[in-house]
């Protein structure tokens, strides 16, 4: 099929070059003339694992292109995917302003059926809204179908792949009928396609996203009162995880959630839901409590400290929001260098694999960026861990602490076990189990 797909950002990208793949001739239309550019020779512009391969792969089979002409780009395609930006505006409710742009100059260019697809995560309405705007410029024939996304940084092209479902808001017959034969090849009995109306769909994707980050708060305030009472946070989630109408995902207590998703999502739906005169009391907690959580490695800090700083100098280890991307959109160790950086005299000497170009954006000079994980940890005074890179799981500790000045760890993520940390005489304080002391 030819495919039109707007926006290429994590979303676009991952779709296109995914859609490619399965043998259709994919059209990738930004308005970055630069990012583009580069893309035509090449150049991918985000990392992710095993993104790359596919993306040359595709481009020498010339299946995947790259162009600014919007008009160029629908000419010959039946579907066109939008990818667009939604992000989080100043009310807390997601900034439409560019699928609605998008929306009329697809209004005034299609000359013939098109099926428009929102893929971007939407306010339940949105469907309606881009149905209205395009009817607004055209009496042509269009569908506009809602088919979110679920795809996890770090693994979206598995889940692009090997989705677990895959969500069609539509009650176009015709529109239906093309899209089960363009995702005919990801599905399976175990992984189904999922008819449904236009808002149910929109309100399916925001319901995911906020449970699972409502999951997360929960297991860090289990985490927080296992601190408080001398439980250990470890075992009450494997005591958790063994019921199966629990399960055992998302039940990892650590420094808060982060993210393109989580955080925006949230607040859409909390928004959406009081523009709509219902108070969703849940995810409000959900959203002052990760705020707080983000920051909970700092008044540990602190604490050992004495509340003293000065001339301290702190490494740390993690800057994306998560491993295996190089994001950092909403990341708690941006929260904690703040907090951090507003004491005196703080020196923070920081590693991540892959996040530090885009951190350097942020903070500059400000904070040391080391070209390694040990480099980091010279003459350090604490080493903080807010991401759980595969690469810090398993480091020599006889290094490190010949490397630190004291051999004292803050970990938000706990990836590492309580005896090994005793063994060898870290003073190591983590999330929600017991504090070793050195």
């Known amino acids: 099929m030819n495919i039109t797909v707007i926006g290429t950002g994590y979303v676009g990208l991952v779709s296109g070059t ?21 893309m035509q020779q090449g150049k991918i512009p985000i990392y992710e694992p095993n993104l790359e391969e596919l993306f040359q792969r595709n481009i020498a089979g010339n299946r995947l292109h790259f162009t600014t002409n919007l008009k160029e780009a629908i000419k010959d395609s039946t579907i066109i995917f939008l990818a667009l930006p939604t992000p989080q505006d100043k009310d807390d409710s997601a900034d439409l302003s560019y699928i609605e742009a998008v929306a009329h100059d697809l209004g005034n260019l299609i000359d013939g059926y098109k099926i428009i697809i929102n ?12 149905k209205e705007i395009v009817a607004s410029h055209t009496e042509i024939e269009f569908d506009v179908v809602s088919n979110p996304e679920f795809l996890r940084e770090g ?30 090849p990801f599905i399976s009995i175990k992984r189904p396609i999922i008819f449904m109306d236009e808002r149910s ?9 906020t449970f699972l980050a409502t999951k997360i708060t929960f297991m860090n305030e289990v985490a927080n009162l296992c601190e408080k009472i001398g439980a250990d946070v470890d075992m009450v989630r494997i005591g958790m995880g063994s019921d199966a109408r629990i399960g055992n995902r998302f039940l990892f207590p650590g420094i808060g959630y982060g993210g393109s998703c989580f955080p925006k999502d949230v607040n859409a739906l909390v928004k959406s839901s009081d523009d709509a005169g219902y108070d969703f009391k849940i995810l409000k907690s959900v959203l002052h409590i990760n705020v707080k959580q983000k ?20 490494a740390i280890w993690g800057l994306a929001f998560k491993p295996s991307t190089d994001d950092i959109r909403e990341a708690p160790a941006i929260d ?18 892959e996040a530090m170009p885009n951190m350097k954006r942020i903070y500059g000079d400000k904070i040391h960026f080391a070209a390694n994980a040990y480099e980091a940890l010279e003459n350090a005074d604490c080493l903080l861990i807010c991401t759980e890179w595969s690469e810090f799981i398993s480091p020599d500790f ?18 590492f076990d309580l005896e090994v ?5 870290f003073h190591y304080e983590s999330v929600g189990r017991k504090i070793i002391k050195s």
């Open 119 to 130: 893929k971007s995560t939407v306010p339940v309405g949105t469907s309606d809204k881009v």
């Open 155 to 184: 693994y979206a092209v598995k889940d692009f792949m090997e989705p677990q479902r895959i969500i069609i808001g539509s009650r176009s017959e015709k529109a239906k009928k093309i899209l089960s034969k363009l995702y005919k």
């Open 398 to 415: 006889s290094k490190m602490i010949a490397l630190m000045k004291s051999p004292v760890i803050f970990d938000g993520r706990n990836i």
């Open 295 to 314: 920051k909970s490695l700092v008044p540990k800090v602190n604490r050992y400290f004495d509340n003293n700083l000065s001339n301290k100098k702190i």
């Open 18 to 38: 995914c859609l490619a793949d399965m043998g259709n001739n994919i059209t990738c239309v930004d308005i970055d003339e630069k990012k583009v550019q580069e």
């Open 336 to 353: 904690v260098i703040n907090e951090l950086l507003l004491k005196d005299d703080v020196q923070i000497s920081a590693y991540d694999p």
């Open 421 to 425: 940390m005793d063994t060898n005489g």
């Open 201 to 209: 769909s929109e309100l399916t994707k925001y319901a995911s996203n």
